[in-house]
C-alpha cells in the first residue's frame, strides 16, 4: 500500500488529454511539501517528468503540466501521442514514520 | 553530462550480503544529497534510503531499517549501499538517484537516475 494513491490505469486517444490524481495525506502533500512526476518508459529508468508541483525540467514538453491543491496533485498531458504510453509515478516528501521520501504506486497510460 | 553509474548487483542467498556502489560524474557530488531507490520486480518505485551531503544524515526506509546502509566517499563521487540480511522480496533493480541539493530541503526531486543494477536474493 503506497503512502500516495494513484489510479492504477488511464487510456485516452491520440490528440486527447487526460490526467493522472496523486492523493496523499496531510503528513505529506497537505504538509506542503512539493510533489514531483517521474516517467518511466518499458525497460527504462525513470525520468523527472514535474518537479515542485509546477515546473518542466529543460527538453520536457510543454504538453505536460502539474498542479497542486490541499492533499492532492494532478499531472495533466494534453495532445496525447503513442510515445507517451508509460508509467507515471507522483513523489513526495512525509513527516510520518513511514519515510521521508514517498512515492505513489505508479499509473500506466495506455494511448489507444 | 551528468553520469550516475551503478555498479554490485547479483544473485546472493537469502542472508546474504551485498554491496552497491554508484559512481557519479557531471556535477558538483558534494552538493548534494543522493537516495537509493528500488523496484521490483512488476512492481512501483520504492525510496530505500538517502544520506546528505556531508553524510551528516541518513535515513531508511522501514522496510530496510537496521539491514541496510548508505555511505558516500565524496572525494572518489561515490555512493554506497550494504545490504546485509538479504530477503527474497529485496529482489529488485536498485536505482541511484541525485537528491535535493544540499541546503535548500525537500525540492527538485530526483533529477537524475542510473540505469540500475539488478539484485536478485533466492531463498
Known amino acids: 500500500q503506497s503512502v500516495l494513491t494513484q489510479p492504477p490505469s488511464v487510456s485516452g486517444a491520440p490528440g486527447q488529454r487526460v490526467t493522472i490524481s496523486c492523493t496523499g495525506s496531510?503528513?505529506?502533500?497537505?504538509?506542503?511539501?512539493?510533489v514531483h512526476w517521474y516517467q518511466q518508459l518499458p525497460g527504462t529508468a525513470p525520468k523527472l517528468l514535474i518537479y515542485?508541483?509546477?515546473n518542466r525540467p529543460s527538453g520536457v514538453p510543454d504538453r505536460f503540466s502539474g498542479s497542486k491543491s490541499g492533499t492532492s496533485a494532478s499531472l495533466a498531458i494534453t495532445g496525447l501521442q503513442a510515445e507517451d504510453e508509460a508509467d507515471y509515478y507522483c513523489?513526495?516528501?512525509?513527516?510520518?514514520?513511514?519515510?521521508?521520501?514517498?512515492f505513489g504506486g505508479g499509473t500506466k497510460l495506455t494511448v489507444l | 553530462q551528468v553520469q550516475l553509474v551503478e555498479s554490485g548487483g547479483g544473485l546472493v542467498k537469502a542472508g546474504g550480503s551485498l554491496r552497491l556502489s554508484c559512481a557519479a560524474s557531471?556535477?558538483?557530488?558534494?552538493?548534494?544529497?543522493m537516495s537509493w531507490i528500488r523496484q521490483a520486480p512488476g512492481k512501483g518505485l520504492e525510496w530505500v534510503s538517502y544520506?546528505?551531503?556531508?553524510?551528516?544524515?541518513?535515513n531508511y526506509a522501514d522496510s530496510v531499517k537496521s539491514r541496510f546502509t548508505i555511505s558516500r566517499d565524496n572525494a572518489k563521487k561515490s555512493l554506497y549501499l550494504q545490504m546485509n540480511s538479504l530477503r527474497a522480496e529485496d529482489t529488485a533493480v536498485y536505482y541511484c538517484?541525485?537528491?535535493?541539493?544540499?541546503?535548500?530541503?525537500?525540492?527538485?526531486?530526483?533529477?537524475?537516475w542510473g540505469q540500475g543494477t539488478l539484485v536478485t536474493v533466492s531463498s
Open positions: 538517484a541525485r537528491d535535493g541539493p544540499a541546503g535548500l530541503g525537500a525540492t527538485k526531486g530526483f533529477e537524475y
Open positions: 557531471g556535477f558538483t557530488f558534494s552538493d548534494y544529497y
Open positions: 496531510s503528513s505529506n502533500i497537505g504538509a506542503g511539501y512539493n
Open positions: 544520506i546528505s551531503s556531508s553524510s551528516s544524515y541518513t
Open positions: 513523489q513526495s516528501y512525509d513527516i510520518s514514520l513511514t519515510g521521508p521520501r514517498v
Open positions: 515542485d508541483n509546477t
